[in-house]
């Protein structure tokens, strides 16, 4: 495994996002000259493969460039992984469009892959419209995308004649409407309104079907588990966001006195067992992502694709990873005393966060029924694995 450039040129910008994190907040999206900053790093393209000029990072380096930008800024990470996933599809696009739309260093995608949109065929391609949810990162990104349905003249679903059903179709930004609806309780700054298209032209193969096994470059990424890999950000980002609140609560606890105490808050006994609490239970839950992308990693450098229990695994690490982090968030939130509420103090945001980052699909709380149904010998759908 060479040296991850990508994660040491995060190190050195990370100190410049985490004195932005109230403003990025504040502005519900990234500032653009963030954008610009983090752009220079190749943390929004990392899965871009190299016969294209990308990175060449492995997927577990990629996790470590996704926890160590949370780490400094939720939002940063967040949009740099929705950015890096997206940037997936670079190996299952004809050659025409992955050159177009991921071909600059400049680039940045994302998008909301789910079919909410309904695409109707037409000469040289297909007709789009529709409106999509968690639109992360999406207006600094220079193409972003959607799923879709294809469907009939009777607005029924049905697939075109040679198969094409579920598309993740790229619009150009000029083609798409931002919806700004983005009052949330965390993550904030990672600008994930709402956005819209209405009868946009995509040109033929313009768009994905996430899923298949159709790739157009054959490489360890586009082997690997796309949303196995989904999950594994989302719980990279987490866990960065967790780690962060830590350390906030260790310094915090070096000088804060509780009200009618001469000791500072690191002096109570409490406080000492949830902190080794909190950094015992980080190291388990990252060290179980690491050895399961490992492991699913050795499989697609060899040339084939990661089975059914190593996909498994992958899910069941990420969402534990996630659940846990937002354990650790709270911890850190409640030994933090009167001081993690007030907006001055970090802990208040890597808590709320934290929490936000636990209800996206891959890594939401009622994914462990799947990982355990599979577990447990009973049928199950292992499509989205």
């Given at each position: 495994?060479g040296?991850?450039?990508v994660?040491d040129?995060?190190?050195?910008i990370g100190p410049?996002?985490a004195s932005?994190?109230?403003?990025?907040?504040e502005a519900?999206?990234?500032?653009?000259?963030?954008?610009?900053?983090i752009?220079?790093?190749?943390a929004?393209?990392?899965?871009v493969?190299e016969?294209?000029?990308?990175?060449g990072?492995t997927a577990?380096?990629?996790?470590?460039?996704?926890?160590e930008l949370?780490y400094?800024?939720?939002?940063?990470g967040w949009?740099?992984?929705i950015g890096?996933?997206t940037s997936?599809?670079a190996s299952m696009?004809p050659d025409?469009?992955?050159?177009?739309?991921f071909?600059d260093d400049g680039a940045?995608?994302?998008?909301?892959?789910?079919p909410?949109?309904?695409a109707t065929?037409?000469?040289?391609?297909l007709?789009?419209?529709?409106?999509w949810?968690?639109?992360?990162?999406?207006r600094h990104c220079?193409?972003i995308?959607g799923?879709?349905l294809?469907?009939?003249e009777?607005?029924t679903?049905?697939a075109r004649s040679?198969?094409?059903m579920a598309?993740?179709v790229?619009?150009?930004?000029?083609?798409?409407?931002f919806i700004?609806?983005?009052?949330v309780?965390?993550?904030?700054?990672t600008g994930?309104g709402?956005?819209q298209?209405t009868?946009?032209?995509?040109?033929e193969?313009?768009?994905?079907?996430?899923g298949d096994?159709?790739t157009?470059r054959h490489n360890?990424?586009?082997r690997?588990s796309?949303f196995?890999?989904?999950?594994?950000g989302?719980a990279?980002c987490?866990?960065?966001?967790?780690r962060?609140?830590?350390?906030?609560l260790?310094?915090l606890?070096?000088t804060k006195r509780?009200q009618?105490s001469?000791?500072?808050?690191?002096?109570r006994p409490q406080?000492?067992a949830?902190?080794?609490?909190?950094?015992a239970?980080l190291?388990?839950?990252?060290?179980?992502?690491?050895?399961s992308?490992?492991?699913?990693?050795?499989?697609?450098e060899?040339?084939?694709?990661?089975?059914?229990?190593?996909k498994?695994r992958l899910?069941?690490?990420?969402?534990?990873?996630?659940?846990?982090?937002a354990?650790?968030?709270?911890?850190?939130?409640k030994a933090g005393?009167?001081?993690?509420?007030?907006t001055?103090c970090?802990l208040?945001?890597?808590?709320r966060?934290a929490?936000?980052a636990?209800?996206?699909a891959?890594?939401a709380?009622?994914?462990?029924?799947?990982?355990?149904?599979?577990r447990l010998?009973?049928?199950t759908?292992t499509?989205?694995?």
């Open positions: 495994m040296t991850n450039l994660l040129a995060v190190r050195q410049a996002l932005r994190s109230i403003e990025i907040e519900r999206g990234l500032p653009l000259d963030v954008v610009e900053l752009k220079t790093t190749g929004f393209r990392m899965y493969p016969d294209m000029d990308g990175p990072v577990w380096q990629s996790l470590e460039v996704i926890e949370a400094h800024d939720g939002a940063s949009c740099s992984m890096s996933t997936l599809t696009l025409r469009f992955a050159n177009q739309i071909g940045v995608a994302g998008g909301f892959a789910m909410s949109g309904r065929p037409v000469d040289g391609g007709r789009v419209s529709g409106r949810q968690w639109g992360s990162g999406t220079t193409w995308a799923g879709c294809l469907v009939g009777d607005g679903p049905q040679d198969g094409l598309p993740f790229f619009f150009q930004p000029d083609d798409v409407e700004d609806n983005w009052d309780s965390g993550l904030s700054g994930s709402d956005y298209v009868d946009v032209f995509v040109p193969g313009r768009w994905v079907q996430l096994d159709a157009v360890s990424m586009s690997f796309f196995g890999l989904l999950a594994c989302v990279s987490a866990m960065g966001i967790a962060r609140a830590v350390d906030e260790v310094e606890a070096g509780p009618g001469s000791k500072t808050l690191g002096k406080v000492q949830d902190v080794a609490i909190a950094e239970k190291a388990s839950a990252w060290a179980f992502v690491e050895a992308i490992t492991d699913s990693w050795v499989t697609a060899s040339g084939s694709a990661p089975t059914v229990e190593q498994r899910r069941l690490s990420a969402t534990h990873a996630t659940q846990t982090a354990e650790v968030a709270e911890l850190m939130y005393g009167g001081a993690s509420v007030y001055s970090p208040q945001r890597t808590f966060d929490f936000v636990t209800q996206h891959m890594v709380p009622r994914t462990f029924e799947t990982h355990g149904r599979i010998g009973i049928e759908d499509g989205l694995l």
